[in-house]
T-cell receptor, first 112, second 114 residues
Framework: RKEVEQDPGPFNVPEGATVAFNCTYS??????FFWYRQDCRKEPKLLMS???SGNEDGRFTAQLNRASQYISLLIRDSKLSDSATYLC?????????????FGSGTRLQVQP | EPEVTQTPSHQVTQMGQEVILRCVPI?????FYWYRQILGQKVEFLVS????????KSEIFDDQFSVERPDGSNFTLKIRSTKLEDSAMYFC????????????FGEGSWLTVV
């Protein structure tokens, strides 16, 4: 089983749509969770950390379900500029490995 | 806003040659990382560095790779004898804490081995 698994997409949505991405992780003792955004041939950029209680930042809402080992990202009112690959990232500290583990990413294309 | 800077942005090298990729982490950060991303694949961890030594490395980081912080500002990744499969984008990153904390990535060095 992959450590961090995401639907690769692409998700093609019209401007203004709401879109949700899901991610599952294999290590139940993982402690830190993030969503990064990556534009084509660019570096990953932190979009938001994901907290147990869920958190929101403007149009973006992240949720964590530890029991199901599942993380989600909701984007409301999609903009053309939201087109990118969204990376689910997990820190699996209990394995002794503190480096971040990346999912393969979900590609979003917002269309006019 | 402080940022991680990397040089070169793109390097083409012949198979078997040595390559050094350079990074200047954010100045008050203590933890430094190298990740790589082969075209079309996911970002993969290579190595982390703290207090002038490697704190963790992946199975990818074999004997052909080494890291150094020679002068307190630069953080370098050396690939001793490049192979075709080393062609990838190499990202340097830095952070203030070892885990559970945000790390910031540089723009990457695109390495092409021919």
């Amino acid at each position: 089983r992959k450590e961090v698994e995401q639907d690769p997409g692409p998700f093609n949505v019209p401007e203004g749509a709401t879109v949700a991405f899901n991610c599952t992780y294999s290590n139940s003792a993982s402690q830190s969770f993030f969503w990064y955004r990556q534009d084509c041939r660019k570096e990953p950029k932190l979009l938001m950390s994901v907290y147990s209680s869920g958190n929101e930042d403007g149009r973006f809402t992240a949720q964590l379900n530890r029991a199901s080992q599942y993380i989600s990202l909701l984007i409301r009112d999609s903009k053309l500029s939201d087109s990118a690959t969204y990376l689910c990232v997990v820190n699996m500290e209990d394995t002794g490995r503190r480096a971040l583990t990346f999912g393969s990413g979900t590609r979003l294309q917002v269309q006019p | 806003e402080p940022e991680v800077t990397q040089t070169p942005s793109h390097q083409v090298t012949q198979m078997g040659q040595e390559v050094i990729l350079r990074c200047v982490p954010i100045s008050n950060h203590l933890y430094f990382y190298w990740y790589r991303q082969i075209l079309g694949q996911k970002v993969e961890f290579l190595v982390s560095f703290y207090n002038n030594e490697i704190s963790e490395k992946s199975e990818i980081f074999d004997d052909q790779f080494s890291v150094e912080r020679p002068d307190g500002s630069n953080f370098t990744l050396k690939i001793r004898s490049t192979k075709l499969e080393d062609s990838a984008m190499y990202f340097c990153a830095s952070g203030q804490l070892s885990s559970g904390n945000t790390i910031y990535f540089g723009e990457g060095s695109w390495l092409t081995v021919v």
